[in-house]
């Protein structure tokens, strides 16, 4: 099919993410993808600044996570989970296990980011109610906060940034306490925390858990926040009787510079959700970990078994693929590379304040924002930098970049060029 009646096709038929069917905005056909550059239909090459969205952190097309899709696949793509396991979901359990924060010791594998946040809430609420605290079912959250577009996970979202505020009449009512204020390197003050110690205090009778992203808030506005807050907020859960829950689905895996965001505050959650980067943006994979205290509690109560199991529970191609690329990762100097992209955005996004457009730059690990003072036009930025060779995509006042670890400085510089002239391209309205 040539790429004229395929977009054309694509239009007619497919939603793609938060768009409507038969947008005027046109998506590009990517023909493949090889280490960071993504290969257009008319043989365009792009840097691709996002990772397929976190994931793609070994780059695309990498022959050893290529290998071993293949090696699994020619012993079996798949079978079920119940009453059945396999090599590759017992090999990458151990290795979450080993690799994640102490106390978690338990793995429950399942298909997304947003059901992995499903069955955390789940995790927590049946904790309570094995307990006959079933009044403990409500959640704790941060505003700014993003967990997914699945109810339960909307429901814990910002109400308004979590791109999810017209759901709010039928979605639980959960509470919200405001976004961290205190920026990753910024000096800690003890009123930082006062709002979130009067939401707890006031209202743990209720709780059955706090959840957030910790260090770095993502989707709901690319905020890094100081591991002084996270360590306080662990102190206040354990102080109230309220389990944490730790959403590392965006920052899990190296991205902040750290294994898991959770180390740079040297806290262990009770429950921990993982995803995106897991299966180095092969396929869709998550899981979600527990300590062994919140499994033999929920399997002493009534119903003596955790509810859910998922079809494609612990898929073993997808399970093959993660082993690898956490291998990949493990066994590479991953610490310095991150501090070496690092290190770029640390030295390049200041220039960016010298324009027009621009009203804040930040960046932890491998993820370098550019804060607009007003809502980028997307159709028409993307426009300018795939016209040069790049693939951002900004939302709302955010231009921002998780590359691929294996991004060359050259490749970043150009990322960054090209960023910045998109950036200057833009006039005050
Ligand atoms: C992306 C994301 C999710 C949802 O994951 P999906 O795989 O898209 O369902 C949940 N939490 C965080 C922090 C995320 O970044």
Redesign the pocket.
Known sequence: MNATDLIQLDQQHIWHPYSQVNSPNRPLAVKRAQGVHLELADGSQLIDGMSS??SAIHGYNHPELNHAVQRQLENMAHVMFGGLTHAPAVELAARLVELSPAALNKVFFCD??????EVAMKMAIQYWQSQSQGEKHRFLSLLRG?????FA?MSVCDPVTGMHHMFSEVLTQQLFTEAPRCGFDQAWQQEFITDFQQHIEQHHACLAAVIL?PIVQ??GGMRMYSPQFLRQVKQLCEKHNVLLIA?E???GFGRTGKMFACEHAAISPDIL?L??ALTGGYM?L?ATLCTDQVAEVICSGEAGVFMHGPTFMGNPLACAVANKSIELLTHSQWQDNIRRIEGVFKQRLPEFLNLEAVAEVRCLGAIGVVELKQAVNIPQFQQTIVKRGLWLRPFGKLVYSMPPYIISDLQLNTLLDITYHAVSCIKES
């Open positions: 969205w976190w997304s980011g947003s059901v992995a946040v993003y967990h997914g577009d699945t996970a992203e993502g989707t959403d689905i965006a920052t959700c995803g995106k869709s998550a």
